[in-house]
């Protein structure tokens, strides 16, 4: 039942030229629509969608068909893309205040020439595209203003994510007093897993005829954010202990003072002479000794085996609240499917 990337991506120049085509209702000059075109190519498409394809994925799960109907296809691929258009705004907004020089393996997109500053109003530009795609295809339809809703509190909760992610490590300032077991857990139930996890398969259900205030939607709540709040405690393990052949990346998250799982883990079971060492060494980011001293410490208090007693019972209560599903509600599948691409993933 799972959608190709060819599929998917397939469909991203219909949405494009339903954005741009209104433009000139707008007042929108040759040079706006130009230059708008560039924007969304540039940020929208090219990353792995794999959020994107989960929604149509879901919604061919829930209606039991490897196929779906013309419509029902159309209106799956639009909220498809629509999660991929917030992950956009998302990204080119928080490569700014990261400084992140790329992103995508291309020049982040506020670092170009002809952007800079500007990258500001692009973001907003991007989010607003969303709400353009969802009054096209959904103004009908009954559950419309829940789609918006839920886009609304998704941006919301994935926006307080990151101001305590930013607040708790700001840039150039080293303090690990900020950090904490309980404001890691903030930040990546609400800065990835809402919107990764819970949103594709909210849009699905709903679509699918599940109403905006029925308990399945809360039995998905209870089930992906746990499972997203993994998939993050995994992404901090394999920056550390991954293999960068495999991840595609040589991770940085000690020299970047990220506030990361192992960090937190660390901080939770340091003796006074071992945190000093943390003090000294982490978020430094030359010379490489430091990043080694703070993997050498991680080493002595076994943080990756914490890390694997942590995946194992993660794994377990998952399998158990996925069992008890309700399959008249929601078929398991649609929570497997999840599970079954991160558990012991390693890249």
Partial sequence: MATTRTEFNGFFPRLLDDVLTELPSFGATSEMTARIKELFTYNVEGGKMNRGMSVVDTVKIVRGES??????????????????????????????????????????????KDVGILAIN????????????????????????????????????????????????????????RFSIQKHAYIV???????????????????????????????????????????????????????????????????????????????????????????????RKAPAEHALRVKQLYKDLDIEGVYRAYEDAAIADLQDKIGKVDESAVPRAVFTAFLNKVAKRTK
Avoid at 85 to 110: C, H, K, N
Avoid at 135 to 147: A, G, Q
């Fill in 67 to 112: 196929e779906l109907p013309e419509d029902i296809n159309t209106q799956a691929m639009v909220l498809g893309w629509a999660v991929e258009w917030l992950q956009a705004f998302f990204l080119v907004a928080d490569d700014i205040m990261d400084e992140s020089p790329t992103r995508r393996g291309q020049p982040a997109w506020y670092r170009r």
């Fill in 122 to 177: 692009d973001s907003f530009l991007i989010e607003s595209a969303i709400y353009r795609l969802l009054k096209k295809y959904f103004r009908s339809e009954p559950y419309y203003v829940d789609l918006l809703e839920l886009f609304h509190e998704t941006s919301y909760q994935t926006e307080l994510g990151q101001m305590v992610d930013l607040l708790t490590a700001p840039e150039n300032d080293i303090n690990l007093d």
């Fill in 189 to 283: 139930e609400y800065k990835t897993a809402y919107y990764s996890f819970y949103l594709p398969v909210a849009l699905a259900l709903l679509m699918t005829g599940t109403p905006a205030d029925s308990p399945t939607l809360q039995v998905a709540k209870d089930i992906l954010i746990p499972l997203g709040v993994y998939f993050q405690v995994q992404d901090d393990y394999l920056d550390c202990y991954g293999d960068p052949e495999f991840i595609g990346k040589i991770g940085t998250d000690i020299e970047d003072n990220k506030c990361s799982w192992l960090v937190v883990q660390a901080l939770d079971r340091v003796t006074p002479a071992q945190r000093q060492v943390l003090n000294d060494n982490y978020g």
